[in-house]
């Protein structure tokens, strides 16, 4: 038998296989790298991305709360302008219930009675003055109870003449402005 020596080829072929090992472990090492770098930058792209995203909701987030602040501005003005409404209508309704007044005033004064003062805080009226007799003051005080615009007459105060001796009687006379009962609109009498 020959005797073949396979040392030589033997070293060599783990050589090549060392330097295939060598190789893979590198390619392997390469393709790690440069997997981790892509996967690092298409991270950072991913989070620039998101950021982006963030400052351009923050953005919006902001514009809306300016445009909800705004409306509630708006908002609260309206409430302002109708609450003027309401008072400017309710002051148009009421201008001529004075005027009413007045009227009722002027017919339910009887003659031989003077008025010398009227003053009104809310519905109540007190009305100052002289009469001949007691009789006119009650007089004053049936025609304010037959009035339609004024009712509840109460007599506050009466001395019986002044100082200058012209026998007149002063008086104070408090009574209620009223609204005569209106019938509701839209609804038809029948």
């Known amino acids: 038998m020959a005797r073949i020596n396979l040392l030589p080829w033997r070293e060599k072929e783990r050589q090549h296989q060392k330097r295939l090992i060598t190789a893979a472990a590198l390619s392997a090492v390469v393709l790690t790298l440069a997997g981790a770098l892509a996967s690092y930058f298409l991270i950072e792209d991913w989070i620039v991305a998101q950021e982006a ?6 953005a919006e ?6 445009k909800i602040r705004e ?4 908002e609260k003005k309206k409430l302002d302008l109708l609450a003027r409404m309401e008072i400017i209508q309710e002051l148009q309704r009421l201008r001529p219930e004075i005027v009413h007044l007045f009227d009722e005033i002027v017919t339910a004064v009887p003659n031989g009675l003077f008025l010398t003062g009227i003053k009104q805080t809310g519905t ?3 009305l100052e003055g002289r009469a001949q007799s007691y009789g006119r003051i009650s007089d004053l005080m049936r025609n304010i109870n037959a ?15 002044d100082k200058t001796e012209t026998g007149l009687s002063h008086f104070e006379l408090q009574l ?3 609204r005569p009962e209106q019938p509701e609109e839209g609804k038809s009498a029948g």
Do not use: F, G, H
């Open 53 to 58: 995203r963030n400052a351009l909701l923050t």
């Open 176 to 178: 209620e402005q009223r």
């Open 147 to 161: 009035s339609a615009w004024i009712a509840k007459p109460n007599l506050k105060i009466i001395k019986e003449q």
């Open 61 to 66: 987030i902001a514009s809306l709360d300016r």
């Open 124 to 126: 109540s009226v007190v």
């Open 71 to 74: 409306i509630k501005e708006i």
